[in-house]
């Protein structure tokens, strides 16, 4: 199994920046892509960035522009990146891992709460 420990995240104002990190742990070596999901209250989770082994980025268009995604394979530790951040960016942010044989393929990290003030 993959266990995810995030960090990061809190109160920041507008137009400000935050960093997350996320390492993971476990039977890692089975990790393909990773990537930032997030959830704001009353609605779905939604992807936010991903990134492949090889580096390969992939963003949602709300935050292409303002976020960064980037991993670090020798530590499994993928980080995002946050600058000009908007009050619509307020979500709790979750890390994903997944890997077509690792078990189970998908794992979750628990969260982190992020919130923008206007």
């Known amino acids: 199994q993959v266990q995810l420990v995030e960090s990061g995240g809190g109160l920041v104002q507008a137009g400000g920046s935050v960093r997350l990190a996320c390492a993971a742990s476990?039977?890692?070596?089975?990790?393909?892509?990773m990537g930032w999901y997030r959830q704001a209250p009353g609605k779905e989770r939604e992807l936010v960035a991903t990134?492949?082994?090889?580096?390969?980025?992939d963003y949602a268009g709300s935050v292409k522009g303002r976020f960064t995604i980037s991993r670090d394979n020798a530590k499994m530790s993928v980080y995002l990146q946050m600058s000009s951040l908007k009050p619509e960016d307020t979500a709790v942010y979750y890390c994903?891992?997944?890997?077509?044989?690792?078990?189970?393929?998908?794992?979750w990290g628990q969260g982190t709460q992020v919130t923008v003030s206007s």
């Open positions: 994903h891992t997944r890997g077509s044989t690792c078990r189970p393929s998908h794992s």
């Open positions: 476990g039977d890692t070596i089975c990790i393909s892509g």
């Open positions: 990134i492949t082994s090889g580096g390969a980025t």
